[in-house]
C-alpha cells in the first residue's frame, strides 16, 4: 500500500514537472511567434516617414565614409606599390567602416525602444493593455524584437556598402557575417537598456535622456575589455584567424566585432566561435533586464523578483566562470602562483567579476516606501527571504550570490588546472583568502550602509534611500582621492590615501615577501569592513514596540 502511493505521487511529480517544462515552451512559442505586440509595431514603424529618412541618412553617411576611407587607401602609390603596407591600409579600411556602422548602430538602437512604454503613458494607451491578457513579458519582446528587427533591416542595409571590405580583401565574408552577428546582438543588448529605462522613466524626455546616459556607461564599462582584447591581439596574433578570446564579456560590446570577430573562447576541453559567446551572453544579459523590466510594467506576471534573483545567481557565476578559463589557458598567464594576481589580466578580472556583487549590494540593501507598497524594516537576515523583496532578505542573497562567485573560481581552476590546483604554492592560497575576504567585507560594508541609510530616512522613499546610499558609497571612494590630491600631492603617502577603501588592491611590492605582505593587508582590511558592516547592520535592527 505504501509502495503504491509513494508511485502514485512520484508519477504526479513528474507529470506536473513535464507540465510546467510544457507552459514554459508553450510561453516562449507565444511570446515570439504569437504575440501580437510585434506585428503591430513593425506596422506602425514602418508606415512612418521618418523611417525612411533616418534609413536614407544612414545609407547616405555610410556610403560617404566608403568612399573617403576608399580615396585615403587608393590615394597614396607608395602604399599601393609595396604590399604590406597595403595590407595594413585594407585592415585600417575595414576598421574605420566597421567602426562608423557601429557607432551609428549604437546610436540608434537605444532611440528605438526609449520611450517605447513612457509613450503608452502619455498617449493613456496603457490602460487598453491592461485590460487585455498580455503578459508583461509579451508586451515587452513585444517592443524589443520590434526593434530588434529594425536595426537587422538597417544592419542588412549596408551588407552591400560594406561588402566593398571583401572586394578589396581586407577581411574575409565569414568574418564579415560574424561581425555582423555580434553587432547584431549586442545591439539587442542596447535596446533592452534603453527599454528597462522607458519602463521607470516618468516621461518620454527623461526616458531618452536616461537611456542613452545607461547606454554610455554600459559601452564606457565594456570598454575597457573591447581595448585590452585588442591589445591582446594585436601582441599575440594580429591579422590571424582563431585568436585567443580571452576576455568574452567584451562581446556584450558592439565594438568588440572589430577585434574580436574571428576569436575563439578556448575552455580547454572544447572551443566555441566568438560570434556563438556574443549571442549566449547578450541573450542572458537581455533575458535579465526584461524580467527586471517585467515587475514595473503593472500586467498579470508582475511578481517576478524571484525570477530577477536566481537569474543573478546564475548569469554572475557563469560569467565569473567563463571569465576565468580563458587566463588559465596554457601560456595565457605567466604563473599560476602568487604573481597571477599582479598581472593585468587579472585586474580586469577581479574588476568585472566584483561590480556585479557591489553594484547590488549598493542597490538591494537600502529599503523604504517604493510608491504606494509599505516595506518595512522586518529584521537583518532571514534565508526564507532572500528571493524577496523584503529587507531582511538582501544580506542572504548577497551571501548566497557571493558564495557562489567563489565557487564559479575554484571551478574555474578545477576545470582548467585540475592538477596543478592541489600543487599550488602557500603564497597563492594567501593571496586566494586575503582576496575573498577583502571583496566579502566590502560587500557586508554596502549592505550596512545601505540600511543605515534607509533608517535615517525613516524607510519613507526607496529612491531616496537608494540615492542617499550611492551619494555615500561615492564619497568614501572619491573624497579620500580628493583629499590626497589636493592636500598631499607631493607626498608619496598620506593619511588620506592608508584610509582609502581601495589602498589594499593598488599596494604592490617586488620584495621577496610582498605576497604574504598583501594577503596580510587584504585580510585585515576585510576583516574591518566585515566588523563594521555587522555593527552597521545591528545598529538598523527592528526595535520591539515596548510593552503598554
Known amino acids: 500500500m505504501g509502495n503504491s502511493s509513494a508511485q502514485v505521487s512520484a508519477v504526479a511529480a513528474i507529470r506536473a514537472a513535464l507540465i510546467d517544462w510544457r507552459n514554459y515552451l508553450v510561453g516562449v512559442f507565444t511570446q515570439f511567434l504569437a504575440n501580437p505586440v510585434i506585428g503591430r509595431e513593425l506596422r506602425v514603424r514602418m508606415r512612418l516617414g521618418r523611417s525612411y529618412r533616418l534609413q536614407a541618412f544612414y545609407l547616405a553617411f555610410m556610403v560617404l565614409i566608403v568612399v573617403l576611407a576608399y580615396e585615403w587607401v587608393v590615394g597614396d602609390s607608395q602604399r599601393l606599390s609595396n604590399p604590406y603596407r597595403l595590407q595594413d591600409a585594407l585592415l585600417g579600411f575595414y576598421y574605420t567602416v566597421m567602426g562608423t556602422l557601429i557607432s551609428l548602430i549604437a546610436l540608434i538602437a537605444p532611440a528605438l525602444t526609449a520611450n517605447a512604454i513612457t509613450l503608452e503613458r502619455e498617449r493613456k494607451t496603457i490602460d487598453l493593455l491592461l485590460a487585455t491578457p498580455l503578459t508583461a513579458r509579451q508586451l515587452l519582446v513585444g517592443k524589443l524584437v520590434a526593434s530588434f528587427a529594425f536595426v537587422v533591416l538597417l544592419l542588412a542595409l549596408t551588407m552591400p556598402i560594406t561588402a566593398v571590405c ?3 580583401g581586407g577581411v574575409s565574408f565569414g568574418d564579415l557575417v560574424r561581425a555582423y552577428v555580434i553587432v547584431a546582438f549586442s545591439s539587442l543588448s542596447l535596446c533592452s537598456i534603453a527599454l528597462f529605462t522607458s519602463v521607470y522613466a516618468r516621461n518620454s524626455t527623461l526616458a531618452v535622456l536616461w537611456s542613452y546616459t545607461r547606454v554610455a556607461a554600459f559601452l564606457g564599462l565594456t570598454a575597457i575589455l573591447v581595448l585590452v582584447q585588442g591589445a591582446y591581439r594585436l601582441s599575440v596574433a594580429s591579422g590571424l584567424t582563431g585568436v585567443p578570446l580571452m576576455f568574452p564579456l567584451a562581446l556584450l560590446n558592439p565594438f568588440a566585432a572589430t577585434v574580436a570577430a574571428d576569436a575563439e573562447l578556448n575552455l580547454i576541453h572544447f572551443r566555441l566561435p566568438s560570434w556563438v559567446v556574443a549571442v549566449v551572453l547578450n541573450l542572458l544579459l537581455t533575458r535579465l533586464i526584461l524580467t527586471a523590466a517585467a515587475r514595473k510594467v503593472g500586467l498579470y506576471d508582475k511578481d ?10 546564475l548569469i554572475v557565476p557563469l560569467a565569473v566562470f567563463v571569465s576565468l578559463v580563458p587566463l588559465l589557458t596554457p601560456g595565457s598567464v605567466s604563473s599560476l602562483g602568487a604573481a597571477a594576481f599582479n598581472t593585468p589580466e587579472a585586474g580586469v578580472l577581479i574588476l568585472f567579476g566584483m ?28 534565508l526564507s527571504k532572500m528571493f ?27 576545470w582548467a588546472t585540475p592538477r596543478t590546483l592541489p600543487t599550488l604554492d602557500p603564497e597563492f592560497w594567501l593571496m586566494l583568502i586575503g582576496h575573498i575576504t577583502y571583496f566579502a567585507g566590502i560587500s557586508v560594508l554596502f549592505w550596512g550602509i545601505g540600511r543605515y541609510c534607509s533608517v535615517l530616512l525613516g524607510g519613507r522613499s526607496l529612491a531616496g534611500a537608494r540615492a542617499l546610499t550611492i551619494a555615500v558609497l561615492v564619497g568614501i571612494i572619491v573624497l579620500p582621492l580628493l583629499v590626497h590630491l589636493l592636500l598631499f600631492a607631493d607626498a608619496g603617502n598620506s593619511p ?6 581601495l589602498t589594499p588592491l593598488l599596494l604592490r611590492d617586488t620584495g621577496g615577501t610582498w605576497a604574504v605582505d598583501v594577503a596580510q593587508r587584504l585580510f585585515t582590511w576585510g576583516s574591518v569592513m566585515l566588523i563594521l558592516g555587522a555593527i552597521l547592520g545591528a545598529l538598523t535592527r527592528p526595535r520591539k514596540a515596548s510593552a503598554a
Do not use: E
Open 166 to 168: 571583401v572586394l578589396l
Open 304 to 313: 517576478v523578483l524571484p525570477s530577477v534573483r536566481r537569474q543573478v545567481l
Open 496 to 501: 588620506a590615501l592608508q584610509l582609502w577603501l
Open 388 to 414: 524577496t523583496p523584503a529587507p531582511s532578505g538582501a544580506l542572504p542573497f548577497l551571501s548566497a550570490l557571493w558564495v557562489l562567485t567563489i565557487g564559479a573560481v575554484f571551478a574555474g581552476f578545477a
Open 355 to 382: 561590480l556585479p556583487i557591489l553594484a547590488l549590494a549598493a542597490w538591494i540593501s537600502p529599503f523604504g516606501q517604493d510608491d504606494d507598497k509599505p516595506c518595512p524594516n522586518d529584521g537583518v537576515f532571514r
